[in-house]
């Protein structure tokens, strides 16, 4: 069983930055390849970032490219989510997800945790 908690969300202006953590419980956090999705309000939920359990790789969507830099602490079991040069179209609730197993990054469906959540607006 694996619980997360993220924080860091706030409002901020265009061109600010934030930094998201999710803390996780669980003695096998290391194992679970960690994403963040978001949601805006009447969207799905999408894909952000993901890093995997082991080997550090990440993988991004395009649209965050170069302004979102994800990383974990695994002595933490935390993730981490660096989010600089905001745009107002990044508003949305922020998730942290973990999966275990090989399936795909990006799908949704594929993770076995979430948490509740934390909100990030950013006001042009």
């Known amino acids: 069983q694996v619980q997360l908690v993220e924080s860091g969300g706030g409002l901020v202006q265009a061109g600010g930055s934030l930094r998201l953590s999710c803390a996780a419980s669980?003695?096998?956090?290391?194992?679970?390849?960690m994403s963040w999705f978001r949601q805006a309000p009447g969207k799905e939920r999408e894909f952000v970032a993901a890093?995997?359990?082991?080997?550090?790789?990440?993988d991004y969507a395009d649209s965050v490219k170069g302004r979102f830099t994800v990383s974990r602490d695994n002595a933490k079991n935390t993730v981490y989510l660096q989010m600089n040069s905001l745009k107002p179209e990044d508003t949305a609730v922020y998730y942290c997800?973990?999966?275990?197993?090989?399936?795909?990054?990006?799908?949704?469906?594929?993770?076995?945790?979430w948490g509740q959540g934390t909100q990030v607006t950013v006001s042009s």
């Open positions: 890093i995997s359990w082991v080997g550090g790789h990440t």
């Open positions: 669980g003695r096998t956090f290391s194992r679970y390849d």
């Open positions: 997800g973990a999966k275990y197993g090989s399936s795909s990054w990006t799908r949704y469906g594929n993770y076995d945790y």
